[in-house]
């Protein structure tokens, strides 16, 4: 019956084709997805054809963000070859979406940098992006760009495996006034965005609430307001000025029902982040133009952890019987950067640029102090673009950074595009990038102090003790890439080895073990946690995406990747623990070896279209707070219906997501996913 179902639901459902659209910066052209061979700028930091581009990539615009039907940003990256997408990941510093990419990942993704127009929300204590409390509505995204596959050379240390480039749209195109809602299965999201304009001014402000009850069984509800501003103003023919401001609050559950140390009891915390960003662009000329961006970023979370009653373990020797732990993180942010793009002649196009960065973070559990700790970071970037023949597009780059953990390091590219025939590409590259340790892997000091009333007697327990000196995780990414348009079907395949050295490992700290100077372990209790550089290892695999144009009215996207990761199970040597006391045992399954992904859309009318989404994932093993999960399949379909009322224009969707309730794992075994269904209305006037 269901298989029924779905393949009448897949001979109805069909596509709106994707309306060019032009941006008021004149940035690009907005052709979907890959038809067509819309320009990107994330890759080189140079506006490029896809097939002129030295990385694989993939482009989400709005139409098939809208075409989705998503809830949370999150969910549009299971469309993307490679990614893997986890919910509600972890228990710790917010519960949080889980976005990867070619596996090895917590519930932090530490090896992939995520970009919001220029500005990095990369973490500097855990690492990764902190998807709930980015202050961005998904109606203001103009488009996503994804490089899949190492991209230092333009964007440093941390674009490991990738990058996620979001750019929002211009103030021009988010003209008067629209609400949104969305309501259905524990959320409940009003937004609401006036855009206006002062003659040269154009300008929006948007203003949200967010409600999330969470999963099942999970800790894990979000109560968020957001508010988020944009302003361009012409100030000459040459000049244009850009003003953003943003800011998200509210409350977050996090942690286990049943947990096994103190950090991870439940409880509620408040959080709070802003930021200010400004960037000016001026043109020299036709073939030159140079732009200066800086921007303030900083977060807030304040979580005082109390534990449970204590004397029925240890009795009356305890001076308090219950314990107080200071999880308060603060992080602050501050970077500036400068960019120059210029032709020197019709067949070489280049760019060069510099940025420096500082990062505040207190965090008195995790390092073990009330100081504020400074992280400096400086880079100097380059990259030519140059047209050898009308057949062969050449480009190189290279990134120099220095900073305070790992010191200098070089992160180059190459790459060669032929185009053997009008619409068929073939691109070799290959390229370095480091991961910078972060400051939970390199500076960890998390314990906790039991006072008593015996004299010179208190009582320790340490979960991590870091020792410090890690080495960044260096890869070496090679691939073969085929970017082919066959009229109505368009295709990009891509063949990859990345070979990575001075893999960051947990394990225990080395024997023996005895506490600091003034302090008596708690008997029972085990050794703490370090972080090492590891064996080395390779990942291999494949990668499809494509776009088929059926009719004027449905198109069909699907992708597909395979990946394999080589290497050694487990760290050995006499300084380490024995195999099975690691927690990242899992290593070589921590990515699913297939996925496969398709969205078919449709547009019956005007007024009416419908999409269907279908995600298969394999088992993987997610690290740290992840656990082996079987094979996914589900299924979401959306409805939606355009009207218009007057002077007001509206959209109303349905949207199921597991259609089927295969009630399948994601993640951990802890995360089970039944069916989600949702209203959203939209109203322009």
Same mark, same amino acid.
């Given at each position: 019956m269901r298989t029924r179902f779905l393949l009448a639901c897949l001979m109805l459902c069909a596509n709106t084709p994707c309306a060019a659209e032009t941006s008021a910066s004149k940035l690009l052209s907005e052709d979907a997805y890959l038809g067509d061979m819309p320009n990107v700028l994330t890759v080189s930091r140079l506006s490029q054809p896809i097939a002129d581009a030295p990385s694989a990539v993939t482009v989400i615009d709005r139409d098939m963000i809208r075409e989705s039907g998503i809830v949370d940003l999150p969910e549009i990256f299971r469309l993307v070859p490679g990614m893997y997408v986890g919910s509600n990941a972890g228990y710790l510093q917010t519960v949080n979406s889980v976005v990867s990419y070619h596996g090895m990942t917590d519930a932090y993704s530490r090896r992939m940098q995520v970009l919001i127009d220029g500005r990095s929300v990369y973490e500097?204590? *855990?690492? &990764?992006?902190?998807?709930?409390?980015?202050?961005?509505?998904?109606?203001?995204? +103009?488009?996503? +760009?994804?490089?899949?596959?190492p991209n230092a050379a333009s964007y440093g240390a941390n674009s490991f495996l990738g990058v996620i480039n979001i750019i929002t749209q211009?103030?021009? !195109?988010?003209?008067?006034?629209?609400?949104?809602?969305?309501?259905?299965?524990?959320?409940?999201d009003t937004f609401y965005r006036y855009g206006g304009k002062l003659n040269d001014l154009n300008y929006r402000i948007t203003i949200g609430h967010r409600v999330d009850d969470g999963l099942q069984r999970r800790f894990d509800s979000k109560r968020t307001d957001i508010v988020s501003a944009r302003a361009d103003y012409r100030a000459t023919d040459r000049d244009e000025l +850009?003003?953003?401001? &943003? *800011?998200?609050?509210?409350s977050r559950q996090e942690g286990d029902p049943f947990p096994d140390a103190l950090i991870f009891l439940p409880r509620s915390k408040d959080v709070q982040s802003h930021f200010q960003q400004a960037r000016w662009r001026h043109s020299f000329s036709a073939r030159s133009d140079f732009s200066l961006q800086g921007y303030h970023? *900083?977060?807030?979370?304040?979580?005082?952890?109390?534990?449970?009653?204590?004397?029925?373990?240890?009795?009356?020797?305890?001076?308090? $019987?219950?314990?107080?732990l200071d999880n308060d993180v603060e992080n602050e942010r501050y970077d500036i950067e400068a960019?120059?793009?210029?032709?020197?002649?019709?067949?070489?196009?280049?760019?060069? &640029?510099?940025?420096? =960065?500082? /990062?505040?973070?207190?965090?008195?559990?995790?390092?073990?102090? =009330?100081?504020?700790?400074?992280?400096?970071?400086?880079?100097?970037f380059g990259h030519a673009e140059w047209q050898a023949s009308p057949r062969l597009v050449m480009n190189a780059g290279a990134m120099f950074e220095h900073n305070d953990l790992t010191g200098s390091d070089v992160s180059p590219r190459a790459s060669a595009n032929f185009r053997l025939a009008p619409g068929h590409t073939v691109r070799v590259g290959i390229s370095t990038a480091l991961r910078t340790p972060t400051y939970l892997e390199e500076k960890f000091m998390g314990r906790f102090v039991v006072p008593t009333t015996i004299p010179g007697v208190t009582f320790i327990q340490e979960q991590f003790r870091d020792q410090g000196g890690l080495k960044p995780e260096q890869i070496i990414a090679k691939e073969i890439g085929y970017l082919g348009d066959f009229g109505s079907l368009n295709l990009d395949m891509r063949l990859f080895e990345d070979a990575m050295s001075n893999i960051i490992r947990q394990t225990k700290?080395?024997?023996?073990?005895?506490?600091? $100077?003034?302090?008596?372990?708690?008997?029972?209790?085990?050794?703490?946690f370090t972080y090492i550089n590891g064996p080395d290892?390779?990942?291999?695999?494949? +990668?499809?995406?494509?776009?088929?144009?059926?009719?004027? !009215?449905?198109?069909?996207?699907?992708?597909?990747?395979?990946?394999?990761? *080589?290497?050694?199970? !487990?760290?050995?040597?006499? /300084?380490?623990?024995?195999?099975?006391?690691?927690?990242? =045992?899992?290593?070589? /399954?921590?990515?699913?070896?297939?996925?496969?992904n398709a969205?078919?859309?449709?547009?019956?009318?005007?007024?009416?279209?419908?999409? @269907?989404?279908?995600?298969?994932?394999?088992?993987?093993?997610? @690290?740290?707070?992840?656990?082996?999960?079987?094979?996914? =399949?589900?299924? %979401?379909?959306?409805?939606?219906?355009?009207?218009?009322?007057?002077?007001?224009?509206?959209?109303?969707?349905?949207?199921?997501?597991?259609?089927?309730?295969?009630?399948?794992?994601?993640?951990? %075994?802890?995360?089970?996913?039944?069916?989600?269904a949702y209203v959203t209305l939209r109203l322009d006037f």
């Amino acid at each position: 019956m269901r298989t029924r179902f779905l393949l009448a639901c897949l001979m109805l459902c069909a596509n709106t084709p994707c309306a060019a659209e032009t941006s008021a910066s004149k940035l690009l052209s907005e052709d979907a997805y890959l038809g067509d061979m819309p320009n990107v700028l994330t890759v080189s930091r140079l506006s490029q054809p896809i097939a002129d581009a030295p990385s694989a990539v993939t482009v989400i615009d709005r139409d098939m963000i809208r075409e989705s039907g998503i809830v949370d940003l999150p969910e549009i990256f299971r469309l993307v070859p490679g990614m893997y997408v986890g919910s509600n990941a972890g228990y710790l510093q917010t519960v949080n979406s889980v976005v990867s990419y070619h596996g090895m990942t917590d519930a932090y993704s530490r090896r992939m940098q995520v970009l919001i127009d220029g500005r990095s929300v990369y973490e500097p204590l *855990y690492g &990764g992006v902190q998807w709930s409390d980015l202050p961005i509505a998904i109606a203001d995204i +103009e488009r996503i +760009e994804v490089t899949r596959g190492p991209n230092a050379a333009s964007y440093g240390a941390n674009s490991f495996l990738g990058v996620i480039n979001i750019i929002t749209q211009h103030a021009s !195109e988010t003209q008067g006034s629209s609400v949104m809602l969305a309501r259905g299965s524990g959320r409940n999201d009003t937004f609401y965005r006036y855009g206006g304009k002062l003659n040269d001014l154009n300008y929006r402000i948007t203003i949200g609430h967010r409600v999330d009850d969470g999963l099942q069984r999970r800790f894990d509800s979000k109560r968020t307001d957001i508010v988020s501003a944009r302003a361009d103003y012409r100030a000459t023919d040459r000049d244009e000025l +850009e003003f953003q401001f &943003g *800011y998200n609050g509210g409350s977050r559950q996090e942690g286990d029902p049943f947990p096994d140390a103190l950090i991870f009891l439940p409880r509620s915390k408040d959080v709070q982040s802003h930021f200010q960003q400004a960037r000016w662009r001026h043109s020299f000329s036709a073939r030159s133009d140079f732009s200066l961006q800086g921007y303030h970023s *900083y977060s807030r979370s304040d979580d005082l952890v109390s534990s449970v009653d204590l004397v029925q373990f240890f009795g009356p020797i305890l001076r308090s $019987p219950t314990l107080l732990l200071d999880n308060d993180v603060e992080n602050e942010r501050y970077d500036i950067e400068a960019q120059h793009t210029f032709s020197p002649w019709q067949s070489l196009r280049m760019v060069w &640029g510099g940025s420096m =960065r500082l /990062d505040q973070i207190t965090a008195p559990f995790y390092l073990n102090s =009330r100081d504020r700790d400074s992280f400096h970071l400086q880079r100097v970037f380059g990259h030519a673009e140059w047209q050898a023949s009308p057949r062969l597009v050449m480009n190189a780059g290279a990134m120099f950074e220095h900073n305070d953990l790992t010191g200098s390091d070089v992160s180059p590219r190459a790459s060669a595009n032929f185009r053997l025939a009008p619409g068929h590409t073939v691109r070799v590259g290959i390229s370095t990038a480091l991961r910078t340790p972060t400051y939970l892997e390199e500076k960890f000091m998390g314990r906790f102090v039991v006072p008593t009333t015996i004299p010179g007697v208190t009582f320790i327990q340490e979960q991590f003790r870091d020792q410090g000196g890690l080495k960044p995780e260096q890869i070496i990414a090679k691939e073969i890439g085929y970017l082919g348009d066959f009229g109505s079907l368009n295709l990009d395949m891509r063949l990859f080895e990345d070979a990575m050295s001075n893999i960051i490992r947990q394990t225990k700290v080395p024997s023996p073990y005895s506490a600091p $100077p003034g302090f008596i372990r708690i008997p029972g209790t085990p050794k703490p946690f370090t972080y090492i550089n590891g064996p080395d290892a390779r990942v291999r695999g494949f +990668e499809l995406q494509s776009q088929w144009r059926l009719s004027s !009215e449905t198109r069909l996207l699907a992708s597909y990747a395979h990946v394999r990761i *080589y290497g050694q199970q !487990e760290v050995t040597g006499p /300084d380490v623990a024995p195999p099975e006391q690691l927690l990242e =045992r899992h290593f070589l /399954d921590s990515a699913p070896r297939n996925t496969f992904n398709a969205m078919l859309t449709h547009r019956f009318n005007p007024y009416w279209d419908a999409s @269907l989404m279908y995600y298969q994932t394999s088992r993987v093993a997610a @690290l740290g707070d992840g656990t082996p999960v079987e094979l996914a =399949r589900h299924a %979401d379909l959306r409805i939606a219906r355009k009207f218009e009322l007057t002077r007001t224009r509206g959209e109303l969707s349905a949207i199921a997501q597991n259609l089927f309730d295969t009630q399948y794992k994601e993640f951990a %075994d802890y995360n089970v996913m039944g069916r989600r269904a949702y209203v959203t209305l939209r109203l322009d006037f």
